[in-house]
């Protein structure tokens, strides 16, 4: 809703005001009618409601009433948002006067204090924090008040009241009180109290409510300034002289609840009970008690006090003061045992609580003692990590809840482990080590299984408190020896291993165990990776140097560790989870002064990441490395599976130059980040170990660069060649430069038309790329050249594609070796204007080609005789144009007469009348026929062509042979003679 009010000529009154004073009212010029146009500037009907009040009127204000504190308040109800009201008030110029308004329930209210002028009289921002507002002027005052909103709606009540701080009136006198038991007091629910200051310095101020409440109060001097905030405790008077103590906080008007006021003065003794080193019993008997302890500790000592660890029932705080009632200091310092009392003694110790109701009351115990000086507790002996080490046993219960122990100067090292369990009982303890100065240099928070690092201070005895409560437990508090000499105390003691070298195994006991073990290694510039794995991942590790710095805090993931030859490595599984009973130790030396181990393979660039790479790992070769040129902003997301479909992977490490590891495990798997302080050059050192539950897999892994590229590089090209090539050729591109993509893009673009190459392959360090370029069809002229890279274009000048050359014969072909039936002759591919890459050939016939004659020799068949043979050879080059030409043609020729490699032979009984036959003989190559001629004393025989032969008279007396022919297609005819028979007999 927006308002607009018009006079009678159309003007529009300001109703905006000044800044502050006037905001949000409209100065009416002048008598008479104006007209209110009211605005819904929402997109819904809405209910709206109007009022007009003259703030300058006294018309239908509230009767006047006083700013005494004693005067009861009046509760008022208003029926609409809209309603304005006015309640006068008594008020003379310079009155320091306090407002508060507001509604009875949850609600937004407006009010102001104004003259009869309407406007805001009090100051905007009222000086140094002040609740309150000095009257200006002569008056009449008035408080106008409005309600916008009360969370139980219309009507509403609500109160306004005014009250003069500035010599306030109706305010309950209290006095200052000594320390102890509060004397019994009459409770108001008027907030304002009065107390005299009887010196200037330190004073507690605070109320007590009929809930049993202790609460907080303002305090103001005479003339109603702020002296001590609410709550401000103590609250330090500058002079002598009376104050108002308000016990609530001006911001709601409605007081329904008794208190009284209790002021102490904390420089005084008053009340004080004086006590020494020991166990100090008392009791809180009232809500708001002080009690207050004289000690017996000169100017610079260092004091403790204990109280039992907070339980059901009283818990109470202690704080310890000078003379003066100057805070030396407060319950943290007290419980850790170096509190300095560095002001002027006497001092005291003030017992008290925050608490109210029953939790306020009741007996309280405080163990004090002086840690700078020796007080005779008994010795806490050098433990150790093996089994049966000594230990000091602790109780509790029966009004005890705290020991003290001590280190003798010359029994212990400067660095030591103490651990404290509870072994019998459920409550925890606390305990804090002090040297002979006081000087707390260890402390650890209660616990029923815990242990820390204690730097202790050589040559100086040392003291342990231990606080539990007083309720029965028992306890065993151990310190280890962690420096070079641990192995002394049961570490056990181990050399590291290079990358790929085997892990330690370990068995372990009850969850809470620490052990030890102590890496050897030969120079402190080495570097060590240290991890701990078992089957359940609940074993820990931290690793501390051989002064017993710790190197790597408590985790469950592995660290660096340098500057030592001896690194000492605690193993743990919580106290809280459940032990495996055993585990491996992975202590390897991944870097030395000369740089990142040998063993570690060096990664020229991941300009888009690194791998995958892939193997395996077991406990005998528990990891792998790389050294990858990272720059310190660079992210990588790792990708590691197991080859074989196991659950359990392989675990990544990225160390960057401060032998931090970048890498993380979330749900989506393992982020790893180099960690530089600049986007310069910042090499890494990645490892990937066995999983962390699983003694053997077999890994890939992959590092894919998050927002590219990755390392120093940034994506640039310097060169593409060569810069020509033939048409309908291929061109193997070479392109240079820097952080080049897989996916770059050699383009070539003419006249609207464009080439892509295809690239082949991309060199390791990412600076070499090759590209296929494909001519075919390409015209000839200049290509303008552009690679796309890396969301960039660069323009690398042109490419000439010239026409396609072609091969030409210079001298023609052979048809080398004899060409006859059965021989294999050979093609010569003749001579030609380049070297060619590759030929073909077709072998012809009388000009024809041969059906499947097509290689560069040919075997000449029997069906080739009396024809030509040639071979035509054509020639191939990429980027040229085929070249042919054919030999000289060669006639073929018979082959070889078949050879009897066996004479035929004449069977039968040479007698005129009977039968001889002929055998063929054997022959080489084998005859496809034969034919025979039978012979009577040398002379052919007239018909005789068959394989056998009748004797007849004609041939008695004569001895007969028969000769036989072999024939072979395409071959010459061969023969053979039998050995003559005897002479035929009659």
């Known amino acids: ?75 008022r109800t208003t029926v609409s948002r809209v309603e304005v009201d006015c309640q006068p008030f008594e008020g003379e110029r310079g009155d320091r006067v306090r407002l508060t308004h507001g509604s009875k329930v949850y609600g937004d209210s407006l009010a102001w204090i104004t003259d009869a002028t309407g406007k805001r009289i009090c100051e905007r ?51 200052v009180r000594p320390y102890g038991a509060l004397e019994r007091q009459d409770l108001t629910a008027n907030p304002c109290f009065t107390f005299t200051a009887g010196a200037a310095g330190p004073y507690t101020v605070h109320s007590v409510s009929e809930n049993r409440e202790a609460g907080a109060a303002r305090v103001y001097d005479a003339a109603g300034l702020s002296v001590c905030r609410y709550g401000a405790d103590p609250c330090t008077i500058k002079k002598p002289g009376t104050y108002t103590a308000v016990l609530d906080d001006g911001k709601y008007p409605f007081r329904d609840i008794r208190a009284g006021l209790v002021v102490l003065d904390r420089a005084s003794d008053a009340g004080c009970v004086a006590t020494g080193t020991g166990l100090h019993k008392g009791e809180l008997s009232t809500v708001g008690q002080y ?29 310890a003061l000078d003379r003066t009632g100057t805070p030396q200091c407060g319950a943290d310092k007290l419980r850790g045992g170096d509190c300095a009392l560095t002001g002027t003694a006497p001092y005291r110790a003030l017992v008290h609580t925050e608490d109210g109701g029953d939790s306020a009351t009741g007996a309280y115990a405080v163990a004090l003692h002086r840690t700078d000086v020796a007080e ?27 020991h003290c122990l001590g280190i003798p100067a010359d029994a212990h090292t400067n660095a030591e482990i103490f651990q404290l369990i509870a072994t019998a009982g459920t409550t925890s303890a606390a305990f804090s080590v002090l040297d002979s100065d006081g000087k707390r240099v260890c402390e650890r928070f209660a616990t029923t299984n815990g242990w820390t690092l204690c730097s202790l201070s050589p040559g100086k005895a040392h003291t342990v408190l231990v606080t539990g409560r007083d309720e029965t437990a028992t306890y065993t508090l151990t310190r280890r020896d962690i420096t070079a000499s641990a192995s002394s105390a049961g570490c056990a003691k181990t050399a590291a291993a290079k990358v790929g070298g085997p892990s330690v195994a370990g068995a372990y006991g009850v969850p809470g165990t620490l052990n030890c073990h102590q890496v050897t290694t030969d120079a402190a510039s080495d570097v060590l990776h240290v991890d701990v794995r078992d089957p359940l991942g609940t074993a820990n590790i931290v690793v501390f140097g051989g002064d017993g710095t710790a190197e790597c805090s408590f985790r469950n993931r592995s660290c660096a560790a340098t500057g030592s030859t001896t690194h000492q490595v605690l193993v743990q599984t919580p106290a809280n989870l459940k032990a495996a009973p055993a585990y491996h130790l992975d202590a390897l030396r991944i870097a030395t002064a000369d740089g990142p181990a040998a063993e570690c393979t060096r990664v020229p660039s991941v300009s888009y990441g690194y791998g995958p790479v892939t193997g395996t790992l077991d406990e005998g070769h528990s990891a792998v490395c790389a050294v990858l040129p990272t720059a310190g902003y660079d992210r990588f997301d790792a990708g590691i599976t197991d080859t074989t479909g196991a659950t359990t992977t ?104 464009t080439l892509n190459a295809t690239t082949q392959s991309v060199s390791a360090d990412n600076r070499t790329l090759t590209a296929t370029l494909d001519l075919t069809g390409a015209a000839t002229g200049t290509w303008n050249v552009s690679v796309f ?4 274009e660069f323009l690398l000048g042109t490419f000439t594609v010239t026409p396609r050359p072609e091969l030409a014969n210079t001298a023609a072909p052979k048809v080398t070796g004899t060409a006859r039936t059965g021989a294999k002759v050979t093609a010569a591919p003749g001579s030609w204007s380049a070297t060619p890459a590759s030929y073909t050939y077709q072998w012809k016939a009388n000009g024809t080609a041969i059906s499947g004659a097509t290689a560069a020799t040919y075997t000449v068949p029997a069906s080739m ?46 007698k005129v009348g009977r039968t001889l036959k002929a055998t063929s003989g054997t022959w080489s190559p084998a005859p496809t026929s034969f034919a025979y001629q039978w012979y009577a004393n040398g002379t052919a025989i007239s018909g005789a062509t068959k394989s056998s032969l009748v004797l007849k008279s004609a041939q008695k007396g004569k001895k007969i042979t028969v000769k036989v022919i072999a024939r072979r297609t395409g071959h010459k005819d061969g023969s053979a003679v039998s050995k003559a028979t005897a002479a035929v007999a009659r």
Do not use: H
């Open 789 to 792: 890279a890396g969301g960039w």
């Open 125 to 175: 921002f009222p000086e140094d924090g002040e609740d309150s507002c000095v009257l200006p002027g002569d008056g009449p005052y008035r408080v106008i008040s409005t309600v916008s909103r009360s969370e139980n709606g219309f009507p509403a009540e609500y109160a306004v009241k005014v009250r003069r701080l500035s010599d306030p009136q109706g305010c309950t006198a209290a006095p």
């Open 650 to 753: 392989a675990v990544p490490a990225l160390y960057n130059s401060a032998w931090n590891n970048g890498c993380t495990a979330s749900s989506s798997g393992f982020q790893c980040s180099a960690g530089g302080s600049s986007s310069g050059a910042a090499p890494s050192l990645f490892l990937l170990g066995l999983p962390e539950k699983a003694s053997s897999t077999s890994y890939s892994a992959k590092l894919t660069c998050v927002s590219t590229p990755c390392g120093p590089d940034r994506v640039s090209v310097a060169s593409v060649g060569p810069d020509t090539g033939a048409a309908d050729g291929k061109v193997t591109l070479t392109v240079t430069g820097t952080a080049l993509p897989v996916n770059a893009t050699v383009q070539l673009r003419q006249s609207g038309r």
């Open 376 to 402: 005779g507790c008994p010795v806490l002996p050098a433990g150790s990590f093996d089994a049966g080490g000594a230990k000091a046993t602790l109780t509790t219960g029966g009004g005890v809840f705290s």
């Open 291 to 319: 009690d207050c302890l004289t000690l017996d500790a000169p100017q610079g000592a260092r004091i403790a006090a204990l109280t039992s660890l907070s339980s059901a029932g009283l818990s109470p705080e202690v704080e």
């Open 865 to 910: 005789v009396g024809k030509t043979l040639a071979v035509t050879v054509t020639a191939l080059k990429s980027g040229w144009g085929n070249g042919s030409a054919t030999s000289p043609a060669v006639t073929v020729a018979k082959g070889d007469a078949p050879k009897a490699t066996k004479l035929p032979v004449i069977s039968g009984t040479a």
């Open 1 to 75: 809703m927006t308002r607009q009010l018009l006079a009678a000529d159309g003007s529009e009154v300001d109703c905006y005001g000044d800044a502050y004073a006037t905001n949000g009212m409209c100065a009416v010029p002048a008598a008479g009618t104006y007209t209110l146009k009211v605005l819904n500037t929402g997109w819904e009907d809405t209910a709206t409601s109007v009022t007009f009040v003259p703030l300058a009127s006294t018309g239908g204000c509230a009767d006047r009433v006083g700013t005494g504190w004693a005067q009861p308040d009046v509760t």
